[in-house]
């Protein structure tokens, strides 16, 4: 995209185009991102946990990756 403005005064003259600013919008999608593990910090059961386990921590860790920049959400 080649974006240009121009001004305009109260009485309706109007200025010639500035020189262009090219911009190119990024629609491709990013690869998903991955959770790598889920670590239990607190209660009675600590550590890493296995895919199905159950954790009484109302704030476990997810470690995992994705693309820098990027905003990961979590859902339940």
């Known amino acids: ?3 240009t403005v121009t001004a305009t ?3 309706g003259n109007t200025s010639a185009e500035s020189p262009p600013v090219n911009i190119v919008v ?3 999608a990013p690869t998903a991102p991955s959770i790598g593990t889920v670590t239990d910090d607190a209660g009675s059961v600590t550590g890493t ?4 386990q159950t954790t009484d921590d109302t704030t476990p860790t997810l470690s995992g990756t994705g693309n820098a920049g990027d905003v990961i959400t979590v859902y339940d």
């Open 49 to 52: 946990l296995t895919d199905g």
């Open 26 to 28: 990024d629609t491709t």
């Open 9 to 11: 005064d109260p009485t």
């Open 1 to 3: 995209h080649a974006l």
